[in-house]
């Protein structure tokens, strides 16, 4: 069966620092791997999707995560955090049945 | 172009109450979601819609939740009764096919508490 991980219910960075979110999986074959972000009070929005080809998956507002099959991560990261990155972020799996698998998610916050 | 709606945005309820959700998919998405997202969780998926017709509900707590898509446009989801437990956010979201290579756009969610 699919499965996400999150390490780290909450990450803070200092604004214009490097941001990386991390994010493990587990899938049977070869998976679609998701980024989501949810701002206060709304819903989730996709950020970035990995599904085939190039492992480096370049998002919204500056974000990329890197499919490493070896090491069954596609970590997200940001070269230099903004106070409006401010947000949950959720990794999700899927192993293309149509059904996607979210993690319990991150909560960056960033530190003036 | 419209996103998806979704009302109430807050609900609080006494457990065995009833309550219901309404969701109004992004036009000319065929496929409809509902997840659960508990607080500190990701979302869980109760059901999904293809059309009017139910692809997974595999999730869904049966004895007391229900959902229809009928006429294959908006959709309500409905807890009856209500338990403590069920205090979520409920999110609706569309997608144009079933097919995880297209996006869900989700709604603002309708946050659940049942005291």
């Known amino acids: 069966a699919q499965s996400v991980t999150q390490l780290g219910s909450h990450v803070s960075v200092s604004e214009g620092a490097l941001v990386l979110l991390r994010c493990n999986y587990s899938?049977?074959?070869?998976?679609?791997l998701f980024w989501y972000v949810q701002y206060p009070n709304q819903g989730l929005q996709l950020l970035l999707k990995y599904t085939t080809g190039a492992t480096l998956v370049k998002g919204i507002n500056g974000f990329e995560a890197e499919f490493k099959k070896s090491e069954t991560s596609f970590h997200l990261t940001k070269p230099s955090a903004h106070m409006s990155d401010a947000a949950e972020y959720f990794c999700a799996v899927s192993d293309r049945d149509d059904k996607i698998i979210f993690g319990k998610g991150t909560r960056l916050h960033i530190l003036p | 172009e419209a996103g998806v709606a979704q009302s109430p945005r807050y609900k609080i309820i006494e457990k065995r109450q009833s309550v219901a959700f309404w969701c109004n998919p992004i036009?000319?998405?065929?496929?409809l979601y509902w997840y659960q997202q508990i607080l500190g969780q990701g979302p869980k998926l109760l059901i999904q819609f293809q059309n009017n017709g139910v692809v997974d509900d595999s999730q869904l707590p049966k004895d007391r939740f229900s959902a229809e898509r009928l006429k294959g446009v908006d959709s309500t989801l409905k807890i009856q009764p209500a338990k403590l437990e069920d205090s979520a956010v409920y999110l609706c979201?569309?997608?144009?096919?079933?097919?995880?290579?297209?996006?869900?756009?989700f709604g603002p969610g309708t946050r659940l508490t049942v005291t």
């Open positions: 979201a569309s997608s144009l096919e079933s097919s995880v290579g297209y996006e869900q756009y």
């Open positions: 036009s000319g998405h065929a496929t």
């Open positions: 899938s049977s074959v070869p998976p679609y």
